[in-house]
């Protein structure tokens, strides 16, 4: 299959390949103008909006002005909430503003040198002067891309193992902060920083805008207990230990050899079947967050309308809540993991697999050369009307 059509990067004249090696995971880097004449695609005021509708994940922290120092508040917002702000040391966080607005979706294909999987969301926040959610730590790799107006960072250059966290305060928040590194990022300029490394932003002017692209590391205490989970279900409900060839023990206190090994075996074929895990891993990894799901059209969409919309010129992209993936099997197969659902998809079909993930725009003329076959119509008809695929605007 054909790899998806690469779009250049925000690494400077850094490769992808020198990236991962050299700073992923590793240490932060400063990248001046990533993306050269950058204008943020929303303004101050369309973020606020978007804090006010339902089903947004918001918030606003206020260092100075609000109840207590450092109040917290989640959202949605009234519009009347902004108002009575204070001038200074306040800011606004929006979640997932990728799949909200599509040119912040967009941004994402400027990181495809990574694994779909691995991103999380872009988080939108806007800050007046001073605005600042404080000292702190992520455990996951974030790229910071200044939208508008300027940030000051200071950041360390190492991980932090153990952090101490300042007591009774609605937010986490460094008590042992000490910067290793400041520099003022401006529109189009990006910092990269590894997991756990500590950093505080700060807003030099009234229009600061930072778009985060945040990447998931799940925890292996949710890995594991999500497996076992699984794997529970694929258990009879009635299987009983059994010992059918019990013999007379040596002493009734022991716990002997044949138990355990029944046991033991029991669950190691749990986990011996590559293939099941690899099922459970897909599936795992696309099904939505925050309980989101996928809203299918209001009008189904047929073949004969799909074919002539592409035909006009009409591309696709992934809905507002729309996780796609897919694992080659050896056989040359795909499995197409949608929103936590596998579709199995034959070797001369494999190429639909790459041609609908990977990227947030797909336009039709990579789509139109597959529309005589008739299983690849059914399955794009099948993702639009599952609201995982969406007419693209652009």
């Known amino acids: 299959?054909?790899?998806?059509?690469?779009?250049?990067?925000?690494?400077?004249?850094?490769?992808?390949?020198?990236?991962?090696?050299?700073?992923?995971?590793?240490?932060p880097l400063v990248v001046r103008d990533a993306l050269p004449d950058f204008r943020s695609p929303l303004s101050p005021e369309e973020l606020a909006g978007l804090a006010c509708e339902d089903g947004v994940e918001s918030r606003l922290i206020l260092e100075e002005g609000g109840e207590h120092p450092w109040e917290l508040r989640h959202g949605p917002f009234a519009s009347e909430e902004f108002l009575h702000l204070p001038e200074t040391h306040w800011t606004l966080l929006v979640q997932e503003v990728d799949r909200l607005i599509p040119e912040v979706g967009a941004l994402l294909d400027r990181f495809r040198f990574l694994p779909d999987w691995r991103l999380d969301d872009v988080m939108v926040s806007y800050a007046p002067t001073h605005g600042t959610v404080g000292p702190h730590i992520d455990n996951y790799d974030v790229f910071l891309l200044q939208g508008a107006g300027h940030r000051r960072w200071q950041i360390g250059t190492e991980p932090v193992d153990d952090e101490e966290i300042v007591p009774d305060l609605d937010v986490r928040i460094l008590a042992d902060f000490e910067a290793e590194e400041e520099f003022v990022l401006g529109p189009g300029d990006l910092l990269y920083l590894p997991p756990r490394v500590a950093h505080y932003g700060v807003a030099t002017d009234d229009q600061c805008m930072t778009y985060s692209v945040g990447f998931r590391?799940?925890?292996?205490?949710?890995l594991v207990g999500n497996f076992l989970q699984q794997a529970m279900d694929t258990v009879g409900p009635d299987a009983r230990y059994s010992d059918p060839d019990l013999s007379p023990v040596d002493h009734p206190g022991e716990i002997h050899d044949g138990a355990r090994q029944t046991v033991r075996r029991l669950l190691r074929d749990l986990v011996r079947d590559d293939d099941a895990i690899d099922q459970w891993f897909g599936q795992y990894l696309t099904r939505p967050g925050r309980d989101r799901e996928a809203v299918p059209p209001e009008t189904p969409v047929t073949d004969d309308e799909l074919t002539d919309m592409l035909r006009a010129g009409h591309g696709l992209r992934p809905g507002p809540v729309?996780?796609?993936a897919f694992i080659e099997h050896d056989d040359g197969s795909v499995t197409l993991f949608a929103n936590g659902s596998p579709i199995d998809l034959s070797?001369?079909?494999?190429?639909?697999?790459?041609?609908?993930t990977g990227r947030?725009?797909?336009?039709?003329?990579?789509?139109?050369?597959h529309l005589e076959d008739d299983a690849f119509v059914d399955l794009l008809v099948a993702l639009i009307n599952d609201g995982l695929l969406e007419w693209d605007a652009a």
């Open 322 to 324: 729309s996780r796609l």
């Open 1 to 27: 299959m054909q790899p998806a059509t690469p779009t250049s990067s925000v690494l400077g004249d850094r490769s992808p390949a020198d990236f991962l090696d050299t700073y992923w995971q590793e240490r």
């Open 347 to 356: 070797p001369d079909r494999a190429y639909a697999a790459r041609l609908v």
């Open 217 to 222: 590391a799940p925890r292996h205490q949710d």
């Open 360 to 369: 947030q725009q797909i336009p039709s003329d990579a789509l139109t050369p």
